[in-house]
């Protein structure tokens, strides 16, 4: 929020430690400024600190961010990029909140204490901008007090000095740079850092009897399991009922009904008819039943477009609020079960929105291990918010008994899944170990700004996907390919899983992105059984090209293509013992 | 003992965490060997939060098992009252000792 205050940039902030990987650069006046993930300290501990350590050492200067409302644990990092002899300035954002806590704090002893000058603001509401900008310009940056125990001697003389502390705190692959040994000093270095952290903190902080405390309470409350459980429910059940029923019923049936089918697709058809006769090759293609313009635009505007804006508010809602980590505490058990920790639940929450941008996240699991199990169970059962939101549009008219199969089924593989691969990988997973941020009511500002830009970035990679599938699609119609496929598929499809043939195109086309075969069933006269097996099937099958792709970067090809060809089999398996079963 | 069999409410000072890595991790979040922390919750069969310095940490109920801790009053019901009432932010104050 600083930084997009400072450059007048979008940043994606969030309450979750660790969810910004990438960095964002923006320019103030002659600077460039560059914002580095949040992280708790740099060193090579993950790729967020990796990345922040290389941007911070070859910064000329820093402003660290430092959250008022815990400052304790902040002031770790402010004191390491001191010890690395950075010239700095340190902004106390969240004052709001800090005060809120009741927490005062001494911004002069604070400055005097640390040696660098101490700028207080709210970022979210713009105070103290001005002074930061102020103060960039008159480039009030300083070098601190740094631990007077770092000996910093015994170096080449052209390594820097950030980078000799690294090394002294043995930072495997910054001594690696200049062919040292890593030093045996990380420990007492950590140690004396967070006791001189901790006298500041105490020394500056005060705490006011002032204050809310409903958030503390609440906070309990979400990670108690007599209480946690049901709000956890609710927060589902309310997610599932906005998404299912609110978004996915009333507002697409008037985004796809009466916008697109009703006002849209006429007069594009017109406008096209103008120019070529409807029954051309080409009229096909663009304005036919699977045109680009027509079955393309419509799906994606009409039907994927508000399903998605709407999961990505309610996922901005969950990570502002600080919700997210609480969950992780109580899916660590279940989780733990599946070879995973309770920090997978971020990555598979993640997944109901997109399963692409879920695979990149897995990368902040802890081994290998658990990000095969996560990148595996991402594939495999959860289907992301497009398919999600026509199949709850599918399958809520259907009734409990389908809801609780179908909804069961896919649980049921999942675990199975995931308890297999327990068993079957070498290695041991890793703990939970995270920091529970304390609960907050979410800035709306924040929200929308991240739902704006994701929906952004969702519909510049998927708009090229949709039409080249309608495209390829119209096609294979044109050549007398789809009837050839459906007859060629038929045994499995109609005789394996007892669908209509023609289920055999919405397949193919779940390769090319999930949620568009999805939505190819909705056009297909299916009994309410059919459409729970279609649905099994289509949810287990491969994840869209976007996230086969991803995979395959991801995990490498060995490993890539063992994942797209079990998540197949099982696909089939399931949906005709599903077949046979229900 | 270890920290899986703490109490809810009970406070206790960190002996010993055996794990390299979050060793130092929890330095960073701001409790090491020596640090005092009181239970927060005890999820059954699952993590444990611990308190300390006004922030809260879940750790995983296996890491918890080779986290030796020295509890530091008993009857933890009692000290929970307390915590209640502090609120979280404000509890007894603690103070790091680290042993050098």
């Known amino acids: 929020m600083i930084f997009a205050g400072l450059t007048g940039q979008y940043v994606d902030v969030s309450n979750y430690p660790g969810t910004t990987v990438e960095t964002y650069v923006g320019r103030f006046n002659e600077a460039t400024v560059i914002d580095t993930p949040g992280v708790y300290g740099i060193s090579s501990f993950n790729d967020e600190e990796r990345v922040a350590r290389d941007v911070i050492l070859q910064a000329d200067a820093v402003i660290n961010v430092v959250n008022a409302a815990r400052l304790r644990q902040d002031l770790f990092l402010t004191l390491q990029l001191i010890d690395a002899g950075l010239p700095l300035i340190v902004v106390l954002n969240m004052m709001d909140e800090a005060r809120a806590n009741g927490v005062e704090i001494d911004r002069r002893r604070l400055e005097e204490l640390l040696g660098v000058p101490?700028?207080?603001?709210?970022?979210?509401?713009?105070?103290?901008?001005?002074?930061?900008?102020?103060?960039?310009?008159?480039?009030?940056?300083?070098?601190?007090?740094?631990?007077?125990?770092?000996?910093?001697?015994?170096f080449a003389p052209e390594i820097p000095r950030g980078d000799r502390l690294l090394i002294l705190e043995g930072d495997r692959e910054v001594a690696a740079k200049y062919g040292l040994t890593p030093g045996a000093g990380m420990e007492q270095i950590y140690e004396r850092r967070r006791e001189r952290a901790d006298g500041i903190a105490d020394a500056v902080m005060r705490s006011t009897n002032k204050g809310v405390r409903w958030s503390v309470r609440l906070g309990r409350w979400a990670i108690r399991p007599l209480t946690g459980l049901p709000i956890l429910a609710l927060v589902l059940l309310g997610i599932f009922y906005i998404l299912?029923?609110?978004?996915?019923?009333?507002?697409v049936e008037f985004t796809e009904g009466h916008l697109m089918e009703g006002i849209y697709q006429p007069f594009i058809k017109s406008l096209v008819e103008k120019v070529l006769p409807l029954k051309s090759a080409a009229g096909k293609l663009l304005v036919g039943e699977f045109g680009m313009l027509t079955m393309g635009i419509t799906y994606l505007f009409g039907l994927l477009l508000p399903l998605v804006v709407a999961f990505y508010l309610l996922l901005g809602l969950l990570e502002d609020s600080g919700y997210l980590p609480r969950i992780a505490v109580l899916a660590d058990r279940l989780l733990t079960a599946v070879g995973l920790n309770g920090r997978a639940v971020i990555p598979i929450i993640l997944g109901f929105g997109c399963v692409t941008m879920a695979t990149v996240t897995t990368r902040l699991l802890g081994s290998n291990r658990e990000r095969f199990i996560a990148v595996f169970l991402l594939g495999l059962a959860i289907p992301c918010s497009a398919q999600l939101g026509i199949i709850t549009g599918m399958i809520a008219p259907l009734g409990l008994y389908y809801i609780l199969v179908y909804g069961g089924v896919v649980l049921g593989i999942f675990g199975l899944a995931g308890l297999v691969l327990n068993r079957v990988l070498p290695g041991r997973s890793t703990d939970l170990l995270i920091e529970l941020p304390p609960l907050r009511?979410?800035?709306?500002?924040?929200?929308?700004?991240?739902?704006?830009?994701?929906?952004?970035?969702?519909?510049?990679?998927?708009?090229?996907?949709?039409?080249?599938?309608?495209?390829?699609?119209?096609?294979?119609?044109?050549?007398?390919g789809l009837g050839q496929l459906n007859t060629w598929a038929s045994p499995l499809i109609h005789g394996w899983l007892g669908l209509p043939k023609e289920a055999a195109t919405a397949f193919v086309m779940g390769i090319l992105r999930r949620d568009f075969g999805a939505a190819g069933l909705t056009d297909l006269a299916l009994t309410a059984h059919q459409t729970l097996v279609a649905l099994v099937t289509m949810t287990l099958f491969v994840p869209c090209i976007a996230a086969v792709l991803v995979i395959l970067k991801e995990r490498g090809w060995k490993e890539g293509w063992a994942i797209w060809f079990g998540s197949l089999v099982?696909?089939?398996?399931?949906?005709?013992?599903?077949?046979?079963?229900? | 003992m270890t920290l899986d069999q703490v109490r809810k409410g009970q406070r206790f000072q960190i002996e010993k965490i055996q794990d390299d890595f979050s060793r130092m991790q929890t330095l960073r979040f701001g409790i090491g060997e020596g640090s005092e922390a009181s239970c927060f919750e005890v999820i059954p069969g699952g993590p444990i939060i611990l308190s300390s310095g006004g922030q809260e940490i879940a750790v995983g109920r296996k890491l918890a098992r080779s986290i030796q801790v020295n509890p530091l009053v008993h009857g933890g019901e009692e000290d929970e009252l307390l915590y209640d009432?502090?609120?979280c932010c404000r509890g007894p104050r603690k103070k790091h000792r680290f042993g050098r």
């Open chain 1, 570 to 582: 099982t696909a089939f398996t399931v949906g005709g013992l599903v077949h046979r079963l229900f």
């Open chain 1, 441 to 480: 009511l979410p800035r709306l500002g924040n929200i929308l700004l991240k739902t704006w830009h994701k929906t952004k970035n969702f519909l510049k990679e998927t708009i090229p996907l949709f039409l080249l599938g309608s495209l390829i699609l119209g096609v294979v119609d044109l050549v007398g």
């Open chain 1, 118 to 154: 101490v700028y207080t603001a709210v970022a979210a509401s713009g105070e103290g901008m001005d002074g930061i900008k102020q103060a960039i310009k008159e480039e009030r940056f300083r070098r601190g007090k740094a631990d007077e125990a770092l000996d910093f001697n015994g």
């Open chain 2, 85 to 87: 009432n502090a609120g």
């Open chain 1, 244 to 251: 299912g029923v609110g978004v996915a019923t009333h507002v």
